[in-house]
């Protein structure tokens, strides 16, 4: 079993964002992680698409998606979400009272939150195009995805990228530019490996979500009140990057945080095999999204290297959560079902072996299709051997380095 995830790197709780984890974290069981990553998603989201990172033909604004996993009544995720909301009210009133939202049921639906005028006359259409939306029960969301003909894993792909929002139907379409939108979702381990499909790991949908692992940090019989003078100083610091973010910008890298960037990102652009590797195959991108959140938080004109490190510590802390989530499964029953025999065979596996692993109930042409599924992801090496008797033998043997 793939053990929790170890505490994020210092360098997460950098800035602001930082600061108000520590003066929230003592009064509350929630755990930093997702008094974090709500912050940040959150503030993103209110910074609106102004300002951005741009990289070829591509530009990133500072809206993210994030998903909460955790225990359902122990793990204080809609704790943790309480506190977020409280500071950014705060700061942003208007934002809170206008621009959070919940109940994805279809994309035409998530349009509809943001959608452009249909014509002069149409004074319903919202002007304000930022939107954050709060999902508590997300497992509701990725069951609407498994419906035949729902729009809304398309729409919400569209939404992370940036792009303008529109559907195809014949009568009352919808469409919506410009618009700015992120995604907070809580749910359990087992809501999310019971209702996510194979679909929306291989199409992209999930790994647009930053997975953070969550739990109670602490036992806090009697709760803890706190004071809001503790957070005057964060709120007023957000307030003016909220100010700061509005104006059209790009933020490029400093010198530093390109040589950073340059250092890391052969590691960050390496596939990965297995379910956990589709759910962090942006990892870039989201990288950078990070960074760039954390810059605007400092009122700052470039990204710097403190802001590169912060938005990578995040994200490391995410890519492990998500190994937390889905082990090293291949989403292949009979591949995943001989690797966890093998991995703990050091001297390998025999193809009659693998065979007998099935009660010889498994065709060979299904076993050879699945080893090559395992030698394709790194999991298994193919040796041939050669007893002190009779003919050479195939044997598998766990390449565990690889796996790790």
């Known amino acids: 079993m793939t053990s929790w995830p170890a505490a994020p790197a210092d360098a997460a709780f950098h800035g602001p964002a930082g600061e108000f984890v520590l003066r929230t974290e003592p009064h509350t069981e929630a755990h930093p992680m997702a008094l974090l990553a709500q912050f940040l998603v959150a503030f993103g989201t209110a910074c609106g698409r102004g300002a951005h990172y741009a990289i070829e033909a591509d530009r990133h604004y500072p809206n993210e998606f994030c998903v909460l996993v955790g225990p359902s009544a122990k793990g204080r995720k809609g704790s943790s979400w309480g506190h977020v909301r409280r500071i950014l009210t705060e700061a942003d009133p208007d934002f809170v009272q206008g621009c959070l939202a919940s109940g994805l049921s279809s994309g035409e639906g998530l349009i509809a939150q943001v959608r452009d005028p249909v014509d002069q006359a149409d004074s319903d259409a919202p002007a304000d195009k930022r939107r954050l939306v709060l999902e508590q029960e997300f497992a509701q969301v990725l069951k609407v995805l498994s419906r035949e003909g729902n729009t809304l894993s398309p729409i919400v792909r569209q939404a992370w990228d940036g792009d303008a929002l529109q559907t195809m139907v014949r009568n009352n379409p919808l469409r919506a530019t410009a618009a700015h939108i992120g995604i907070v979702g809580h749910i359990t381990k087992d809501e999310l490996l019971r209702y996510l499909a194979a679909t929306e790991l291989a199409n992209g949908f999930l790994n647009r979500f930053l997975l953070i692992a969550v739990d109670r ?44 960037w340059i250092a890391i990102y052969a590691d960050l652009s390496a596939g990965q095999a297995g379910l956990a590797g589709a759910a962090t195959a942006r990892a870039e991108a989201h990288v950078v999204r990070l960074a760039l959140i954390y810059a605007l938080l400092d009122h700052s004109d470039t990204i710097g290297l403190e802001h590169l490190e912060a938005g990578l510590a ?11 989530i889905f082990g090293d499964t291949l989403g292949d029953p009979t591949a995943d079902e001989i690797w966890a025999a093998a991995k ?61």
């Open 217 to 260: 940090s602490k036992l806090l019989p009697f709760g803890s009140a706190l004071d809001g003078d503790h957070l005057a100083e964060i709120r007023d610091a957000l307030r003016l990057a909220l100010r700061f973010a509005a104006a059209h910008r790009e933020l490029p890298l400093d010198r530093a945080a390109r040589e950073r």
């Open 314 to 324: 995040v994200w490391r802390y995410s890519a492990a959560s998500t190994t937390w």
């Open 344 to 404: 703990e065979r050091s001297a390998g596996v025999t193809r009659t072996e693998v065979s007998d692993m099935f009660s010889r109930n498994k065709k060979r042409r299904e076993i050879e299709r699945a080893l090559g599924v395992l030698e394709d992801a790194g999991r298994l090496r193919r040796e041939t051997r050669q007893p002190e008797r009779g003919r050479p033998a195939e044997v598998w043997v766990p390449v565990l380095a690889d796996a790790a």
